[in-house]
C-alpha cells in the first residue's frame, strides 16, 4: 500500500484559514436561510449575535450596528426567522458563520420572501449602490408627480408646496397605484417623464409614491418592473410610499426615500431656514457616526494592542531601551575619561610654555619684522616715483607725434563724407563734397576743381 505524499508547502493555521474564508464567500456569496432563533445576544456595542437552527443543525450568526438598525422587529429566541446575508468565517475561532444583512419573522409568508429575493437580486446588479444617488436641485423649478389623480397623497403633496413655495409648477401623471395595471401604469409614468425633457414637460424631480395602506396594497411598488423604471429615470427619483414603516423596492432604488407623500414635497420645496437644519442635523449625525467609528477602532487598536503577538514586540523594545541606556553611560564615561585627558595634556603643554624663553623671541621677530617692513615701504615708494618719471616721458612723446599737433600748426586733413581720407587728387571728383578736419571743428564744401601739382612739385615718394 503507497503511503501517501505530504503536501508541497506547509501553511499557517491563519493562512488556511483566510484560504477558506476567501473560497466560502465567493462559492456561496449571499444565501437566504431560515430558522428558529436562539443564543441572542444583543451586546454593547450594538451588534447582535445569535444562532440560527433547525432540527439537524445549526450556524452562528452576526449582524452589525450598522446593519440591525433597519430591521423592524426585536429578535426573540425560539422566533422563526428568514435571515439574508453573506457566509464567512471568524478567523480567532475558527468558525465559520452568516453574516446578517436582513431579517423578518417567517410569518409574512411567501410574498416577503419575493421581497427579499428580488432585492438581493437588485442589489447584486449595482441598482442600490450609493453612487447611483443623484441629489435633488436646490430650488426645484418644475415638479414631476406619478401617482393616483384621486388619492390623498396628491393633496397632500400640493398642500404642502403652496404653504412653502408657491412658486414650484407641478406636472401630474395620473397613475394606478392599487391593483394589476398599477405597476405597468406607475412604470409607464415615470418613463413618460424620462422621456420628455424638454422646456415645455422637463421636471427637475419626480415624486413617485401614493399613501398608506396594507402589504397588498403597497405591493406595486416592490415590482421588478417600476423599480427598473426608477433606475432607468433621467430625472433624480423621490420614493414616496406608504408611511414611516413602510419599505419597499422602489424606496432602495430612488434617488430618496421620502417617509411619507408630504415628506417628499418638504423636501422639494424646502425652505432656506429648513435647508439650514438639515445641514446642521446631517453634521450633527456624521459626528456622531464619527465618534463611534473612532471608538471602535480605538476598542480594535486595543484589542490588538493586547494580543499576545505585541508581547515579544515589548520586550524586545524594552531590551533596546536598556540598551540604549546602556551605552549612554559608557558613552558619558569615555568623553569624561578624555576630557580628563585632554585637561592633564593642556597642563603640561602650558608648564612648557612657561619655561620656554618665547617672549624674548617673539620681540626679536618683531623688531625684524618692522625693519623690512620700512624698507619694503621705501622700496615701493622710489618704484613708484620712477614709474611716472617714465610714464610722463612717453605721454610726452605720444603727444608730440599726435596729428592733432600738426593740425594746431595750421594744416588741415581732406576727408569724403563717410570720413576716409583723401590722399591725393585722384581720390575725390570735381564737384563732389568733402570735408576738411581743422585742429577745432570741420569745413564743408565741394570739389570745385581737381588740379594735380607738377612732378617738380610733389613730395619724394609720391607718384
Same mark, same amino acid.
Given at each position: 500500500?503507497?503511503?501517501?505524499?505530504?503536501?508541497?508547502?506547509?501553511?499557517?493555521?491563519? !493562512?488556511?484559514?483566510?484560504?477558506?474564508? #476567501?473560497?466560502?464567500?465567493?462559492?456561496?456569496?449571499? /444565501?437566504?436561510?431560515?430558522?428558529?432563533?436562539?443564543?441572542?445576544?444583543?451586546?454593547?456595542?450594538?451588534?447582535?449575535?445569535?444562532?440560527?437552527?433547525?432540527?439537524?443543525?445549526?450556524?452562528?450568526?452576526?449582524?452589525? &450596528?450598522?446593519?440591525?438598525?433597519?430591521?423592524?422587529?426585536? *429578535?426573540?429566541?425560539? =422566533?422563526?426567522?428568514?435571515?439574508?446575508?453573506? /457566509?464567512?468565517?471568524?478567523?480567532?475561532?475558527?468558525?465559520?458563520? =452568516?453574516?446578517?444583512?436582513?431579517?423578518?419573522?417567517?410569518?409574512?409568508?411567501?410574498?416577503?420572501?419575493?421581497?427579499?429575493?428580488?432585492?438581493?437580486?437588485?442589489?447584486?446588479?449595482?441598482?442600490?449602490?450609493?453612487?447611483?444617488?443623484?441629489?435633488?436641485?436646490?430650488? *426645484?423649478?418644475?415638479?414631476?408627480? +406619478?401617482?393616483?389623480?384621486?388619492? !390623498?397623497?396628491?393633496?397632500?403633496?400640493?398642500? +404642502?408646496?403652496?404653504?412653502?413655495?408657491?412658486?414650484?409648477?407641478?406636472? =401630474?401623471?395620473?397613475?394606478? /397605484?392599487?391593483?394589476?395595471?398599477?405597476?405597468?401604469?406607475?412604470?409607464?409614468?415615470?418613463?413618460?417623464?424620462?422621456?420628455?425633457?424638454?422646456?415645455?414637460?422637463? +421636471?427637475?424631480?419626480?415624486?413617485?409614491?401614493?399613501?398608506?395602506?396594507?402589504?397588498?396594497?403597497?405591493?406595486?411598488?416592490?415590482?421588478?418592473?417600476?423599480?427598473?423604471?426608477?433606475?432607468?429615470?433621467?430625472?433624480? +427619483?423621490?420614493?414616496?410610499?406608504?408611511?414611516?414603516?413602510?419599505?419597499?423596492?422602489?424606496?432602495?432604488?430612488?434617488?430618496?426615500?421620502?417617509?411619507?407623500?408630504?415628506?417628499?414635497?418638504?423636501?422639494?420645496?424646502?425652505?432656506?431656514?429648513? =435647508?439650514?437644519?438639515?445641514?446642521?442635523?446631517?453634521?450633527?449625525?456624521?459626528?456622531?457616526?464619527?465618534?463611534?467609528?473612532?471608538?471602535?477602532?480605538?476598542?480594535?487598536?486595543?484589542?490588538?494592542?493586547?494580543?499576545?503577538?505585541?508581547?515579544?514586540?515589548?520586550?524586545?523594545?524594552?531590551?533596546?531601551?536598556? #540598551?540604549?541606556?546602556?551605552?549612554?553611560?559608557?558613552?558619558?564615561?569615555?568623553?569624561?575619561?578624555?576630557?580628563?585627558?585632554?585637561?592633564?595634556?593642556?597642563?603640561?603643554?602650558?608648564?612648557?610654555?612657561?619655561?620656554?624663553?618665547?617672549?624674548?623671541?617673539?620681540?626679536?621677530?618683531?623688531?625684524?619684522?618692522?625693519?623690512?617692513?620700512?624698507?619694503? !615701504?621705501?622700496?615701493?615708494?622710489?618704484?613708484?616715483?620712477?614709474?611716472?618719471? #617714465?610714464?610722463?616721458?612717453?605721454?610726452?612723446?605720444?603727444?608730440?607725434?599726435?596729428?592733432?599737433?600738426?593740425?594746431? #600748426?595750421?594744416?588741415?586733413?581732406?576727408?569724403?563724407?563717410?570720413?576716409?581720407?583723401?590722399?591725393?587728387?585722384?581720390?575725390?571728383?570735381?564737384?563732389?563734397?568733402? &570735408?576738411?578736419?581743422?585742429?577745432?571743428?570741420?569745413?564743408?564744401?565741394?570739389?570745385?576743381?581737381?588740379? *594735380?601739382?607738377?612732378?617738380?612739385?610733389?613730395? *619724394?615718394?609720391?607718384?
Amino acid at each position: 500500500m503507497q503511503e501517501a505524499s505530504e503536501p508541497s508547502a506547509r501553511l499557517t493555521v491563519s !493562512a488556511l484559514t483566510a484560504q477558506i474564508r #476567501r473560497q466560502l464567500e465567493r462559492e456561496f456569496g449571499e /444565501v437566504i436561510v431560515e430558522g428558529e432563533l436562539s443564543n441572542f445576544v444583543a451586546h454593547a456595542s450594538g451588534h447582535w449575535y445569535f444562532t440560527l437552527k433547525d432540527a439537524q443543525a445549526q450556524i452562528r450568526c452576526a449582524c452589525w &450596528k450598522g446593519t440591525n438598525y433597519r430591521i423592524r422587529f426585536r *429578535p426573540q429566541n425560539g =422566533l422563526h426567522v428568514v435571515c439574508r446575508g453573506r /457566509v464567512t468565517v471568524y478567523a480567532p475561532k475558527g468558525e465559520y458563520q =452568516l453574516a446578517v444583512e436582513a431579517m423578518s419573522p417567517v410569518g409574512v409568508g411567501a410574498q416577503q420572501l419575493a421581497f427579499e429575493r428580488l432585492k438581493a437580486k437588485l442589489a447584486a446588479e449595482g441598482l442600490f449602490a450609493p453612487e447611483r444617488k443623484r441629489p435633488l436641485p436646490l430650488i *426645484p423649478r418644475r415638479i414631476g408627480i +406619478v401617482t393616483s389623480p384621486t388619492g !390623498a397623497a396628491i393633496q397632500d403633496i400640493l398642500n +404642502v408646496l403652496r404653504r412653502r413655495n408657491d412658486g414650484v409648477s407641478v406636472l =401630474l401623471y395620473p397613475a394606478q /397605484v392599487e391593483g394589476v395595471e398599477a405597476a405597468a401604469s406607475l412604470a409607464a409614468g415615470i418613463r413618460w417623464f424620462s422621456e420628455r425633457q424638454h422646456p415645455n414637460f422637463s +421636471v427637475d424631480a419626480l415624486i413617485v409614491g401614493r399613501g398608506g395602506g396594507s402589504a397588498e396594497s403597497l405591493w406595486a411598488f416592490n415590482t421588478e418592473e417600476v423599480a427598473r423604471a426608477i433606475a432607468d429615470s433621467s430625472v433624480p +427619483v423621490i420614493s414616496a410610499v406608504g408611511h414611516e414603516i413602510d419599505f419597499t423596492i422602489a424606496d432602495f432604488v430612488a434617488d430618496l426615500r421620502a417617509p411619507t407623500p408630504s415628506a417628499a414635497a418638504e423636501m422639494v420645496a424646502a425652505r432656506r431656514a429648513d =435647508l439650514l437644519a438639515l445641514v446642521q442635523s446631517q453634521s450633527a449625525k456624521l459626528v456622531g457616526a464619527m465618534r463611534i467609528r473612532l471608538l471602535e477602532a480605538r476598542e480594535a487598536a486595543e484589542r490588538l494592542a493586547r494580543h499576545p503577538t505585541f508581547d515579544d514586540a515589548r520586550a524586545r523594545l524594552r531590551d533596546a531601551l536598556q #540598551r540604549c541606556d546602556e551605552l549612554a553611560l559608557a558613552a558619558q564615561s569615555a568623553m569624561q575619561d578624555r576630557l580628563q585627558a585632554s585637561d592633564r595634556r593642556l597642563e603640561r603643554a602650558a608648564g612648557r610654555l612657561a619655561r620656554d624663553p618665547w617672549r624674548a623671541r617673539w620681540q626679536v621677530c618683531q623688531a625684524t619684522t618692522t625693519g623690512l617692513a620700512t624698507r619694503l !615701504a621705501s622700496a615701493l615708494q622710489a618704484r613708484m616715483a620712477s614709474g611716472r618719471g #617714465r610714464l610722463a616721458e612717453a605721454l610726452a612723446r605720444l603727444d608730440a607725434l599726435s596729428p592733432l599737433r600738426v593740425l594746431a #600748426r595750421g594744416y588741415a586733413l581732406a576727408q569724403h563724407p563717410d570720413g576716409r581720407l583723401i590722399r591725393s587728387t585722384g581720390d575725390i571728383q570735381p564737384g563732389a563734397p568733402f &570735408k576738411a578736419r581743422l585742429a577745432d571743428g570741420y569745413l564743408h564744401g565741394r570739389a570745385e576743381a581737381v588740379t *594735380p601739382l607738377p612732378e617738380t612739385a610733389r613730395p *619724394p615718394g609720391r607718384s
